[in-house]
Structures are given as structure tokens and as C-alpha cells.
Nanobody
Framework: QVQLVESGGGMVQAGGSLRLSCVVS?????????????VGWFRQAPGKEREVVAG????????SYADSVKGRFTISRDNAKNMVYLRMRSLTPEDSAVYSC???????????????????WGQGTQVTVSS
């Protein structure tokens, strides 16, 4: 059974940085299908819809970012550790949300950017940015 566990959230002042981590366990698949797996980061603020933040192929061949975070956030992975990271810089209060990582096993070449492609989810970690 696939499990995802996030860590690294917390409180930070505007302009600050945080790095979120997501450890993925229970991954299965062949050497052909594994590279197509995607780990995505999503966030949801109170009263708002969940939105995709960034995603990366397990192979590392592709990544994508929401327009709102481009140039500020960086997603990366360490396959040896089954870890995916989200480095967040120049944070603003609008970035405050619960951040969750999720796994998509869809055999897509591109990084899925909608939550319906993702079939396993972590519980989330709170990020609060004060002004």
C-alpha cells in the first residue's frame, strides 16, 4: 500500500523560505511504468479550492509549476530516498495553506495538473506565512 508523509511545514514571515518533504513508501511497478509516476504538491487554504502547486515525474524528466509559484518554488526528487521536496522561497501570506503531496500512477508523459489523476495522498502539512 502506497503511503505519503509530508513534513517541513511551519510558520514563517513573508519573504522567508521553507522546504517541504514528502516520503513515498510502498511504491510498486516495473522499470517501464515507474518513471511515469508523478508526485505532485497541492495546497488548500480555508474556504478555497485545492490547487496544484507543482509536480514532478519520478524519472525527473519533467516538472511543472502553477503560475502563481513559478520562479519561487522548486520541486525536486531523490529516488534513492523515495523523497520529493518542495523548496519555497519569497513566501507571501497568500501561500498559507495546507500542503499535501500526492502520487499519480497514470501513464502520462506530461505532469498531471488536476487532482483526479492522483490516487494516493498524504495528510498534509500546514504552512503559515505572516505579513
Amino acid at each position: 500500500q502506497v503511503q505519503l508523509v509530508e513534513s517541513g511545514g511551519g510558520m514563517v514571515q513573508a519573504g522567508g523560505s521553507l522546504r517541504l518533504s514528502c516520503v513515498v513508501s510502498g511504491l510498486t511497478g516495473s522499470s517501464v511504468t515507474m518513471p511515469y509516476n508523478t508526485v505532485g504538491w497541492f495546497r488548500q487554504a480555508p474556504g478555497k479550492e485545492r490547487e496544484v502547486v507543482a509536480g514532478i515525474k519520478w524519472s525527473g524528466s519533467r516538472s511543472s509549476y502553477a503560475d502563481s509559484v513559478k520562479g519561487r518554488f522548486t520541486i525536486s526528487r531523490d529516488n534513492a530516498k523515495n523523497m520529493v521536496y518542495l523548496r519555497m522561497r519569497s513566501l507571501t501570506p497568500e501561500d498559507s495553506a495546507v500542503y499535501s503531496c500526492a502520487l499519480s500512477t497514470s501513464l502520462t508523459v506530461v505532469v498531471p495538473t488536476t487532482s483526479n489523476f492522483y490516487n494516493s495522498w498524504g495528510q498534509g502539512t500546514q504552512v503559515t506565512v505572516s505579513s
